[in-house]
């Protein structure tokens, strides 16, 4: 078959091998910390709603790649999540089978216009000018499973300019990697080469021209973004 277009393709590098990773889709699951859930203001942290946004793939940005803040937005924040690599198709997962699917993880922020998205909430109207931004999904290279093994716990880190300003562990996810894979597929089939960032926990904070930031998460290749 032959295209009478070229789309860009979006690529991640892999840890340890020379070929990259194809991105296909990028979702993001919200609220999934309880303390985050708290400075974000929601009274009820017992009944947490499934909730999930997309991302195009052109959002991606590299590891010591910059990032420029957006024009329209007045405080752009940064979110430091968990993201897994999928790396095989399947629907209507159960989550006794849901980890066969992740090729690997890496660390990401979800940069937000929270002014845009605080505004939204109030009228109602979808998240989409305040997170589905170009631009606005840094992601560390993909360590592959058969490096990191599967995560369940770990030290999750952002540092601004060398302050912390989130740190955690893997263990408070209210919904934990399995169960995120398992509710994705019953809505959607997951296919090779989709993202999945998987909620940050509490300490989210506006960004200034000239930041560096520096986020982790045990076990996995770090990422560095400067702001600008
Ligand atoms: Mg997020």
Same mark, same amino acid.
Request: glycine content about 8%; overall charge positive; charged content about 20%.
């Given at each position: 078959?032959?295209?009478?277009?070229?789309p860009?393709?979006?690529s991640?590098?892999?840890?340890?091998?020379?070929?990259?990773f194809?991105?296909?889709?990028?979702?993001?699951?919200?609220?999934?910390?309880?303390?985050?859930?708290?400075?974000?203001?929601?009274?009820?942290?017992?009944?947490?709603?499934?909730?999930?946004?997309?991302?195009?793939?052109?959002?991606?940005?590299l590891?010591?790649?910059e990032?420029?803040i957006?024009?329209f937005?007045?405080?752009f924040?940064?979110e430091?999540?968990?993201?897994?690599?999928?790396?095989?198709?399947g629907?209507?997962?159960?989550?006794?089978?849901?980890?066969d699917?992740?090729?690997?993880?890496?660390v990401?922020?979800d940069?937000t216009?929270?002014?845009?998205?605080?505004?939204?909430?109030?009228?109602?109207?979808?998240?989409?000018?305040?997170?589905s931004?170009?631009?606005?999904?840094?992601?560390?290279?993909?360590?592959?499973?058969?490096?990191?093994?599967?995560?369940?716990? *770990?030290k999750?880190?952002l540092?601004?300019?060398d302050?912390i300003r989130?740190?955690?562990?893997l263990k408070?996810?209210?919904?934990?990697v399995?169960?995120?894979?398992?509710?994705i597929?019953?809505?959607?089939?997951?296919?090779p080469?989709?993202?999945?960032?998987?909620?940050t926990?509490? *300490?989210v904070?506006k960004?200034?021209?000239?930041?560096?930031?520096?986020a982790?998460i045990d076990?996995?290749?770090p990422?560095?973004?400067t702001?600008?």
């Open positions: 078959m032959s295209f009478i277009n070229t860009p393709q979006i991640i590098p892999i840890k340890g091998k020379s070929a990259t194809l991105v296909h889709q990028i979702y993001c699951v919200g609220r999934n910390y309880r303390k985050h859930m708290v400075e974000m203001g929601y009274k009820d942290t017992k009944q947490v709603p499934f909730v999930l946004f997309l991302k195009p793939s052109d959002a991606v940005v590891n010591n790649q990032v420029f957006p024009k937005t007045e405080n924040q940064h430091v999540e968990l993201v897994i690599a999928i790396g095989k198709e629907e209507n997962i159960s989550e006794k089978h849901a980890l699917f992740v090729y690997g993880y890496s990401g922020i940069l216009c929270r002014d845009l998205q605080t505004d939204a909430k109030k009228k109602g109207r979808p998240w989409t000018l305040a997170k931004l170009q631009y606005s999904a840094p992601i560390s290279d993909i360590t592959p499973v058969e490096k990191c093994g599967y995560l369940h716990e *770990g999750i880190q540092s601004v300019n302050n989130q740190k955690s562990n408070h996810m209210i919904r934990p399995q169960k995120i894979i398992s509710d597929s019953q809505f959607y089939t997951l296919y080469g989709d993202i999945i960032f998987t909620g926990p509490a *300490g904070g960004l200034e021209k000239g930041d560096c930031i520096y982790e076990g996995l290749e990422i560095t973004i702001i600008n």
